[in-house]
């Protein structure tokens, strides 16, 4: 039976309303049986967490000086069947673009910077494509992954090299905290026909942990042109498939000596819509994956970890046309990395040192050339590009300050020698308040697009540069952890084209303060960025950075008990411009989430999420006319039994 939107919406409502009434149900019958969780699974909310990313060591999220956001496990559960791009969207500071629903072309932005100048790692590996220089976090599933930290800011450039001008985001596979033994097994449904399939298997006794899962999704998806009566195209769905599997492995060799594994992969079929006729039912197919290894060594004065790793992403895009190019183009990319470093107890603070190893290599073929105005595929042969690092970093936690400082050389094969610095202090005045000021530079590398794609290529260019300063105030105490923070860029540089002759400038304000008092948890954050093309004799100095957004907020509120809890968000964006000329604008938008898990007995538990509540009409992205389209009021629950 079809339905119109209107009742086909109606439906949905009232799908959810009874969804929302079986929780309740099933919460009350849950809290009246004392059987059904203990104590010690209890819901442990930390505000101030343990993070690794922002210094290379294990360090309490009030003793960093950059802005720093966990998304652990637990909030994890609640974008069950999505991706880590789902994730991201609804963090603080950080917004995007999309070209239709699952699996489509994406991209962030972060304070001003967009993410080919965030560097993305999964369990310490580079993870992006190196032809475009974006990560595609639109493929990777949620469900296979342990935590998220993000770094705000750049000093992560000088701990990590080139790309982490605007920040660094750390994607943790499942297995890197194994705490018990236990198999699961998740079934999902939601709106657009989306199916998911999952289990996930863990061992753990005294010396040894191992983690493995897998999982499917698959999804109908969407129509993703929004301005259909624009042009001609084909008014379909765009279909979304993935297969999804992560392993992790630990083991103590002996009291000093231990050794481990950890994998993520994804490969995925994605529906795509073209304008015109000529490719109607384009499709691509992707695999995209990181695999790494470790061993370390640990005396009561030193930790020294050798590490290797590699990762993936691979696409090839399907045209399924007989008259035009029915195999498109292919790009492979290969990233492969070497650490060695040791962490010395410097009493007091720690001392890092450091080497790194990197290997970027990009085969493709049959891409297509737009230099003549008529698409025309052609050879693509880039040179493969390998850097060499060396680092240096000290970190000192205090109870009444905290220091930072790094300072790293890349040596690449292709443009030379960079080098890259951050320090950083803190000091606490008074009882829980915390001021602070740190100043890093960065750069980001030309991606082998930039540097080699026919028709637009410049193997001349030079990396981006940036100087970065952050300021701050915290506070931190009880059940609150509250953080006012300004910062400010100078980038230069820019490539646009096939030049480095771009400027700009990024200056904010961003608040953000995370509150839980008893049972209940509430926060809320906002962003001002005022992010501007500042190229000296151009056409569009002083105009915005597309897709930058001036003011942008969230606030949420949760309920939690140890048998279930609720959550309700909403978070808003700033309209913004989608071209450099700031002629086309995207109107703002606020979208409204509801989600929840209830314990329908002590090994079963069900899990809704609500997404855009007030079905809210919107637009994400809008390139060369063509507006792509968003998702209206939509869902997903799943049921994940747990065998301990």
Request: with cysteine.
């Amino acid at each position: 039976m079809a339905l119109s939107r209107l009742s086909s919406t109606t439906y949905l409502r009232l799908c959810i309303l009874s969804s929302l009434g079986l929780f309740a149900v099933s919460a009350t019958a849950a809290t009246d049986d004392l059987n059904i969780v203990s104590d010690n699974t209890l819901p442990n909310v930390e505000l101030d967490k343990i993070v690794v990313t922002a210094t290379r060591t294990p360090t309490k999220t009030s003793n960093v000086i950059a802005q720093t956001r966990v998304i652990d496990s637990e909030e994890l559960q609640r974008y069950q069947g999505q991706t880590v791009n789902d994730v991201l969207k609804n963090q603080p500071g950080i917004n995007i673009t999309q070209s239709g629903g699952m699996g489509t072309i994406s991209n962030f932005y972060m304070r001003g910077y967009d993410s080919k100048q965030v560097l993305v790692i999964i369990d310490g590996i580079r993870y992006s494509s190196i032809s475009t220089g974006t990560p595609s976090l639109n493929l990777l599933s949620a469900d296979q992954i342990d935590r998220i930290e993000i770094l705000y800011g750049a000093s992560g450039s000088s701990i990590y090299g080139s790309d982490a001008m605007g920040g660094v985001i750390q994607i943790f596979t499942k297995g890197n905290s194994v705490e018990q033994s236990n198999v699961s097994a998740t079934v999902g449904y939601g709106s657009h026909n989306h199916y998911q399939a999952g289990v996930t298997g863990q061992l753990k006794n005294d010396t040894s942990s191992l983690s493995l899962g897998v999982s499917r999704n698959k999804a109908d998806g969407f129509n993703a042109i929004a301005n259909s009566n624009s042009f001609d195209y084909n008014a379909d769905d765009d279909g979304f498939e993935s297969t999804n599997a992560s392993l992790g492995l630990q083991h103590k060799l002996s009291d000093s000596l231990s050794a481990g594994l950890s994998a993520l992969y994804s490969d995925s079929t994605t529906d795509i819509d073209s304008a015109g006729t000529a490719f109607p039912n384009a499709y691509s197919d992707q695999k995209n994956g990181s695999a790494s290894a470790f061993i370390q060594h640990q005396t009561p004065l030193t930790l020294t970890k050798l590490s290797y790793g590699q990762s993936i992403d691979k696409l090839t895009s399907h045209d399924n046309n007989s008259i035009n190019y029915q195999e498109g183009s292919k790009f492979n990319t290969t990233q492969e990395q070497a650490r060695l470093e040791s962490q010395i107890n410097a009493q007091p603070g720690t001392v890092t040192i450091g080497a790194e190893w990197l290997s970027q290599k990009l085969d493709a073929s049959d891409v297509l050339d737009f230099s003549n105005g008529t698409p025309a595929q052609t050879t693509y042969d880039p040179d493969d590009r390998t850097v060499r690092s060396a680092f240096v970093g000290y970190q000192l936690a205090d109870t009444y300050y905290d220091l930072q400082a790094n300072y790293r050389v890349d040596d690449n094969s292709q443009y030379g020698n960079e080098s890259t610095y951050n320090i950083g202090a803190a000091l606490r005045p008074l009882d829980g308040v915390r001021i602070g000021a740190s100043y890093a530079t960065g750069f980001r590398a030309p991606t082998f697009n930039d540097l080699y794609y026919p028709g637009y290529n410049n193997p001349d260019l030079k990396p981006e540069s940036s100087k970065n300063t952050e300021v701050f105030v915290e506070y931190n105490k009880g059940n609150q952890i509250s953080r006012l923070t300004g910062y400010h860029a100078d980038v230069e540089d820019l490539i646009g084209g096939n030049t480095n002759t771009g400027e700009a400038k990024i200056k904010g304000v961003s608040l953000t303060s995370d509150w839980r008092i008893d049972s209940f948890l509430f926060g809320l954050g906002y962003d001002y960025l005022d992010a501007k093309d500042k190229t000296a004799n151009s056409a569009n100095y002083n105009n915005d950075l597309v897709y930058r957004p001036k003011n942008s907020g969230l606030i949420y509120i949760g309920y939690q008990q140890p048998t279930f809890d609720l959550r309700l968000e909403a978070k808003h964006t700033d309209d913004r411009f989608s071209d450099v000329a700031n002629q086309t604008k995207l109107d703002s938008y606020t979208l409204v989430n509801l989600s929840g898990s209830v314990y329908i007995t002590p090994n079963l538990r069900a899990n809704l999420r609500v997404d855009n509540l007030t079905d809210e009409d919107y637009t994400l992205s809008n390139q060369f006319g063509t507006e792509y389209a968003t998702d209206g009021i939509n869902y997903f629950t799943s049921l994940t039994y747990n065998w301990f």
